[in-house]
């Protein structure tokens, strides 16, 4: 029977988690429940396509329309995650999910669709500048071989950390997690997310999220919010106070991940994607991870240009410069709506 695409239902959510769990390219970002996260926060239509063949499924392709005056009109396969683009079974439905893609892209109007590709993939689409690359190791079996993994420079800040008497605990409090994280991301220059969308993340993936704290005394000075899928663990959303540098909170907090993976028996630590040659990016290549490049394809419109929404185009460098200098509640206050159209 031919490949048929159709809206994701509530119905076939399942159907739909189950096929990426199953599938090797799957990812926890193209999970389901994705869509009510960016739509209950950001107000973006998603438009999840499930592909079924004889009754079963054989491909999911997760779309989401973001469409602003200040970044432009897009479908984007994930938005405000790291990685998407369609999983399919076989070819015929990979080129089924690709045109529907292109045919929603004509409906909506949209200057492009951008595929967020974890791995290298056979779609035929322009492949944009290589921006970004991931982080991805798999962890051994014991805290003193991971450590002793850590090149040296790095695990002496580590061992500093632990030396501080910092305290690690996990829970599912946002509060301390957002504070911490709208004083980083304003640092440097980037809008936060609403407090909500952390929220929101708990709530919908409920044995899948939850916050590790770092504090001092009591006080929390770094948090940060983890994913686990299959074997996987995602620290994802982190920040710290002005006190954490000092006290090698995030070295410290990213230690104590690793070993809270190992001891639920995860062995893939995902330190997630940095820009090429930031701040961030040297931070992880410190740690020992070797970068994987990111490979984002596009189909554009007529006349459409690439999209360049990223802190390396000289067009946002005024922004970014002018909105570390913002005092932090104005930046709270304005962030979420600025932040909806980056994704």
């Known amino acids: 029977m031919a490949v048929r ?3 994701l239902d509530e119905g076939s959510a399942a159907a739909w988690d189950d096929f990426v769990l199953a599938r090797p390219e799957g990812t926890f970002f193209h999970r389901a429940a994705w869509r009510h996260v960016i739509t209950r926060t950001f107000r973006h239509p998603s438009c999840y396509l499930l592909a079924e063949q004889d009754g079963a499924v054989t491909g999911v392709l997760p779309l989401v329309h973001v469409k602003t005056r200040l970044f432009g009109n897009g479908l984007v396969s994930v938005p405000f995650c790291v990685y998407g683009g369609p999983v399919a079974a076989d070819a015929d439905t990979e080129a089924a999910l690709e045109r529907e893609a292109a045919t929603a892209m004509r409906k909506s109007g949209a200057a492009f669709c951008e595929f967020r590709f974890l791995g290298r993939p056979d779609c035929a689409w322009p492949e944009s500048p290589a921006l970004y690359e ?3 190791k798999h962890l051994a079996s014991t805290d003193e071989a991971n450590l002793k993994a850590i090149p040296r420079k790095q695990r002496a800040v580590v061992r500093k ?3 501080n008497g910092l305290v690690a605990r996990v829970g599912r409090e946002a509060d301390p997690l957002f504070r911490l994280y709208a004083e980083s991301v304003r640092n440097l220059g980037t809008p936060v997310y609403p407090r909500g969308y952390f929220r929101l993340l708990l709530d919908l993936f409920p044995e899948s999220a939850e916050i590790l704290t ?4 009591g006080r929390p000075i770094a948090a940060v919010l983890s994913f686990m899928f299959r074997n996987e663990i995602l620290p994802y959303y ?3 106070g002005r006190a954490a540098r000092g006290l090698a909170a995030h070295d410290f907090m990213y230690w104590e991940v690793m070993r809270l993976a190992v001891a639920r028996g995860l062995d893939l630590f995902d330190f997630g994607r940095s820009k090429v040659g ?3 990016h040297a931070f992880k290549k410190n740690w020992g991870f070797a970068p994987q490049p990111l490979h984002y394809r596009h189909l554009l419109a007529p006349g459409a240009r690439m999209p360049e929404n990223n802190p390396l185009n000289p067009r946002y460098r005024m922004m970014i410069a002018a909105w570390k200098r913002m005092p932090l509640p104005v930046a709270n206050w304005l962030g979420p ?6 994704g």
Request: some cysteine; aromatic content about 4%; proline content about 4%.
């Open 5 to 7: 695409c159709r809206p």
């Open 238 to 240: 982190a920040g710290g």
């Open 278 to 280: 930031t701040g961030s």
């Open 161 to 163: 950390g632990i030396a």
């Open 337 to 342: 709506h600025i932040v909806r159209g980056i």
């Open 134 to 136: 991931t982080f991805r």
């Open 214 to 217: 770092v504090e001092d005394g």
